[in-house]
């Protein structure tokens, strides 16, 4: 059963050409550590975590709530993907004035970058979202000086409404709408 403006979770495991989205399980945990201590990911969102903190603190099934998706190649976790984390009303960046967008937020092992999976994980995540809450928009916030962020922000379809700093850096805001371009 579900809540008024809230999907069923975890949905089926989506399927892409080449990868898996689906509900974390224990066996994703120590990619979720190395997601998060490792110096290359955390370049853009506050800097990596010790190891020693995170095996600590971790739990034995990561990420487990509504909109967080595993995304796995060849039956291993490259990285996740959240969809329904609401952006809080006092944050920076919004697109209503009450603020409670979904926000699309990414991570992938460094070993996983360059192959287009992040694309490929994202545009299917941004699919069911759709499916679940027609006509939402959804919202995304990476620093200015992330271009592969930036790229990927364009390739799926995301158009910039503002720039403002917060977390000392300057951050790039925008939307995707389900709203196809008219012309």
């Known amino acids: 059963m579900t809540e008024p403006g809230v999907a069923a979770w975890p949905p089926a495991p989506i399927r892409t050409e080449r990868l898996v989205l689906r509900e974390s399980e224990a066996r994703d945990r120590a990619a979720s550590i190395e ?8 370049t853009y969102v506050g800097g990596a975590r010790s190891r020693g903190e995170l095996e600590r603190v971790v739990p034995e099934i990561p990420g487990r709530r509504p909109g967080f998706f595993v995304v796995e190649l060849d039956g291993a976790m490259i990285g996740f993907i959240q969809l329904l ?4 009303a006092d944050r920076p960046g919004h697109v209503r004035p009450e603020g409670g967008e979904a926000e699309l937020g990414y991570m992938f092992l ?3 970058w360059g192959h287009g999976y992040a694309a490929e994980a994202c545009a299917a ?3 069911w979202f759709a499916g ?10 990476t620093q200015t000086a992330n271009a592969r962020s930036m ?4 390739r799926l ?13 300057e951050q ?10 008219s012309g």
């Open 151 to 154: 790229r990927l922000a364009a």
């Open 157 to 169: 379809g995301f158009t910039e409404v503002e720039r403002f700093e917060d977390y000392g850096a």
């Open 132 to 141: 679940a809450f027609p006509g939402e928009p959804v919202v995304l916030t």
């Open 85 to 88: 984390d609401r952006r809080e």
């Open 172 to 181: 790039w805001f925008g939307v995707w709408s389900q709203v196809p371009p």
């Open 110 to 112: 460094p070993d996983a």
């Open 125 to 127: 995540a941004l699919d």
């Open 35 to 42: 997601l998060s201590a490792s110096p290359e990911v955390g």
